[in-house]
């Protein structure tokens, strides 16, 4: 009961901090993009894999807000860690043989 209590609350932490985190996340480019800008090789980029995707560019796909937008995308990455990681846990997690009495 205890270890539940506890993974509940940092399962609270983690979306309370990538939600308001992303809704109060500066919008102006990140390093690379500032870099890239600045030395003149920003326009030779590719367009990234995930473009298309509901979640592309740290946003919501049909969100206006564009914090509102981030926020949920903040909480849908935690959200989809949380499911691929713990699935992978689950599926290889170490079992115990069955101890058969006779």
């Given at each position: 009961m205890r270890n539940r209590r506890f993974l509940l609350a940092g399962l609270l932490v983690?979306?309370?901090?990538?939600?308001?985190?992303?809704?109060?996340?500066?919008?102006?480019?990140?390093?690379?993009?500032?870099?890239?800008?600045?030395?003149?090789?920003?326009?030779?980029?590719?367009e990234p894999v995930d473009t298309g995707s509901p979640f592309a560019d740290y946003g919501t796909e049909g969100v206006d807000d564009?914090?509102?937008?981030?926020?949920?995308?903040?909480?849908?990455?935690?959200?989809?860690?949380?499911?691929?990681?713990?699935g992978l846990f689950w599926a290889l997690r170490r079992r115990s043989p069955d101890v058969q009495q006779d």
């Open positions: 983690a979306l309370l901090l990538a939600g308001v985190g992303s809704y109060y996340a500066s919008s102006h480019p990140d390093g690379l993009e500032y870099v890239a800008g600045k030395t003149g090789f920003g326009d030779s980029a590719k564009e914090r509102l937008s981030g926020g949920i995308a903040g909480v849908a990455g935690v959200g989809l860690t949380l499911l691929i990681g713990g």
